[in-house]
């Protein structure tokens, strides 16, 4: 009978790379190029996830978040989960885009984030910009 079946819900298909092993071709502060199957996949990252990569042309895996914007499809990527959360985290802070958590990444282990804003240490987050320190909302 019509009617007597509950009609799925259409979810919105998000383009969603979540993680990525291959070749790193590249590697600077800032950013990465990896080959994976071919296709080169360059990410923004943090200055901790730079520093933990292997060699240029070495197997490498990361944890990436894909942003989409109007104009563009970006990635962000972190060398290990912690850090990809709290990537994440950052990000539902008012007036914190991609771009200030991977700097505020760049600035603090993800550890020491953690424990700053447990501790509402006000005084460890000021290098940073002043909606940084603002907790996430829940």
Known sequence: QRGSRARPQLEVPRPMIGRLRG????????????????VGYEAAVSLHTFSSLPP?????SVEVVTVLRENALELFASADLAEKQ????????SGIGPRMAIAVLSGIRVEELARAVADEDA???????????????A
């Open 23 to 38: 070749t790193l071709l590249e590697r600077q502060p800032g950013s990465i190029l990896l080959d994976v199957g071919g």
């Open 123 to 137: 005084r460890r987050l000021t290098p940073f910009p002043a909606s940084a320190a603002r907790r996430p909302s």
């Open 86 to 93: 709290a990537f994440a985290l950052l990000r539902t802070v």
């Open 56 to 60: 240029v042309g070495s197997t490498a």
